[in-house]
């Protein structure tokens, strides 16, 4: 090959195609390592020990106009200098600009990660998505896990316990992980006696985690195909989404609980879903100076840089009557992030304590943060910090006494 036509072939093909041609020209073949190093012209102070001590005179004729004379030790005669400047790789990866596509259908997501998945030792992605790939397998925007429903339209429902997971009747239930079916069946609230999650299947797993059993809980289901005692398979179908019990519409209400198979013991699913290929979790804790949680406080997580209002995503931190996982002591938690930059933004909600963090999402794992300062907070139902600071005892949470979507 001319070494004139280099630039076209630069222009023209992608990354792989030009990294084929440049690093075939280096090192004779693509199956090498890029890392390998690529041939360049030495100083002879840093010639490599034990390499020819005799200075080499070469003379390299790049196109046929130019010639120079390179002294250089042990350098193969061959170097071409495409164009008389030469494009090392990485800035013919720089020129690479990737073609996107054609855009993906709205809320397509990239395929799940296998389970288990855990490349940090706090993660514990162990759970495939209760719903398949092809069906909406994320969760609710706006009823996120430990908070109130978010959209001010609607009437307070009550702190969300689980994700919903809103989807045709009929869509398949699976199996988030091995286990026995130890419920399978109405739900009535032993507080009382209404029928809030419907036609409900309950799964103790097969394994532990810190010592303590593991429950999956899918509620509203319309048709069941385990009973209890079944042993069920990952994965398995177990159920058809439906819109039984207290529900808007048909959806998937999915519970994780920890210890205890009951209500207050739920955690928050994101951390045990395994993410999609590509897309991580941001996870944190916001805490007075005292170290104690800071419930319902304002969140926005801004995509950096921000090309598109529509993926600003907003929630509170955790009501305080809402369970921390065990490894992460979190009390937020963003699932389904694609791996980037972000800066998240705080609000007390009080006008003053107003915090901005940059954080980077990974694929495949969480990224942690702790947000915390020099402040008391004291949980009322409108925290407002004063010179003097009233402590007051926290109000548990009683339910409205509304029709709501989850049981
Ligand atoms: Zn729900």
């Given at each position: 090959?001319?070494?004139?036509?280099?630039?076209?072939?630069?222009?023209?093909?992608?990354p792989?195609?030009?990294?084929c041609?440049?690093?075939?020209?280096?090192?004779?073949?693509?199956?090498?390592?890029?890392?390998?190093?690529?041939?360049?012209?030495?100083?002879?102070?840093?010639?490599?020990?034990?390499?020819?001590?005799?200075?080499?005179?070469?003379?390299?004729?790049?196109?046929?106009?130019?010639?120079?004379?390179?002294?250089?030790?042990?350098?193969p005669?061959?170097?071409?200098?495409?164009?008389?400047?030469?494009?090392?790789?990485?800035?013919?990866?720089?020129?690479?600009?990737?073609?996107?596509?054609?855009?993906?259908?709205?809320?397509?997501?990239?395929p799940?990660?296998?389970v288990?998945?855990?490349?940090?030792?706090?993660?514990?992605?162990?759970?495939?998505?209760?719903?398949?790939?092809?069906?909406?397998?994320?969760?609710?925007?706006?009823?996120?896990?430990?908070n109130?429903?978010?959209a001010?339209?609607?009437?307070?429902?009550?702190?969300?316990?689980?994700?919903?997971?809103?989807?045709?009747?009929?869509t398949?239930?699976?199996?988030?992980?091995?286990?026995?079916?130890?419920?399978?069946?109405?739900?009535?609230?032993?507080?009382?006696?209404?029928?809030?999650y419907?036609?409900?299947?309950?799964?103790?797993?097969?394994?532990?985690?810190?010592?303590?059993?593991?429950?999956?809980?899918?509620?509203?289901?319309?048709?069941?195909?385990?009973?209890?005692?079944?042993?069920?398979?990952q994965?398995?179908?177990?159920?058809?989404?439906?819109?039984?019990?207290?529900?808007?519409?048909?959806h998937?209400?999915?519970?994780?609980?920890?210890?205890?198979?009951?209500?207050n013991?739920?955690?928050?699913?994101?951390?045990?879903?395994?993410?999609?290929?590509?897309?991580?979790?941001i996870?944190?804790?916001?805490t007075d100076?005292?170290?104690?949680?800071?419930?319902?406080?304002?969140?926005?997580?801004?995509?950096?840089?921000?090309?598109?209002?529509?993926?600003?995503?907003?929630?509170?931190?955790?009501?305080?009557?809402?369970?921390?996982?065990?490894?992460?002591?979190?009390?937020?938690?963003?699932?389904?992030?694609?791996?980037?930059?972000?800066?998240?933004?705080?609000?007390?909600?009080?006008?003053?304590?107003?915090y901005?963090?940059?954080?980077?999402?990974?694929?495949?794992?969480?990224?942690?943060?702790?947000?915390?300062?020099n402040?008391?907070?004291?949980?009322?139902?409108?925290?407002?910090?004063t010179?003097?600071?009233?402590?007051?005892?926290?109000?548990?949470?009683?339910?409205?006494?509304?029709?709501?979507?989850?049981?």
């Open positions: 090959m001319k070494t004139s036509n280099w630039l076209s072939v630069i222009n023209n093909r992608g792989v195609v030009t990294l041609v440049l690093l075939a020209f280096f090192l004779g073949g693509c199956g090498r390592s890029p890392l390998a190093a690529v041939p360049t012209l030495m100083p002879a102070a840093f010639a490599p020990k034990g390499a020819t001590t005799t200075p080499t005179p070469l003379t390299l004729v790049a196109d046929g106009q130019r010639q120079r004379d390179v002294t250089a030790t042990a350098v005669t061959t170097i071409p200098t495409p164009e008389g400047r030469g494009i090392r790789p990485r800035e013919a990866e720089q020129k690479y600009l990737p073609d996107a596509g054609p855009q993906p259908p709205a809320n397509w997501r990239p799940p990660y296998d288990p998945l855990a490349f940090h030792p706090d993660d514990h992605y162990w759970l495939i998505r209760p719903i398949p790939s092809g069906s909406r397998n994320f969760d609710l925007e706006w009823y996120p896990f430990g109130d429903v978010l001010s339209s609607l009437p307070p429902y009550r702190i969300h316990h689980g994700i919903d997971f809103p989807n045709q009747s009929g398949p239930v699976l199996a988030a992980s091995s286990g026995t079916v130890i419920h399978a069946g109405s739900l009535p609230s032993p507080r009382d006696g209404v029928n809030y419907g036609n409900t299947v309950v799964i103790q797993h097969d394994w532990q985690w810190y010592g303590q059993d593991v429950f999956t809980l899918y509620a509203h289901t319309l048709e069941l195909f385990v009973a209890e005692g079944d042993y069920v398979a994965g398995q179908l177990i159920a058809g989404v439906g819109s039984s019990g207290e529900v808007t519409g048909p998937l209400h999915f519970e994780v609980r920890v210890g205890q198979n009951n209500y013991a739920a955690r928050n699913p994101a951390l045990w879903m395994a993410p999609y290929e590509g897309w991580g979790t996870a944190g804790r916001f100076r005292r170290g104690r949680m800071v419930g319902s406080a304002s969140l926005q997580l801004r995509p950096l840089p921000l090309l598109d209002e529509d993926l600003i995503r907003e929630q509170r931190t955790y009501d305080l009557t809402v369970a921390s996982d065990e490894a992460w002591q979190e009390n937020f938690v963003f699932g389904d992030v694609p791996a980037g930059d972000y800066e998240l933004f705080i609000d007390l909600n009080d006008g003053i304590h107003r901005r963090r940059e954080v980077t999402v990974y694929p495949g794992q969480t990224s942690f943060i702790i947000i915390s300062d402040f008391d907070f004291y949980p009322t139902a409108t925290p407002i910090p010179a003097v600071p009233t402590p007051t005892p926290l109000t548990l949470y009683t339910p409205p006494e509304i029709a709501t979507p989850e049981g």
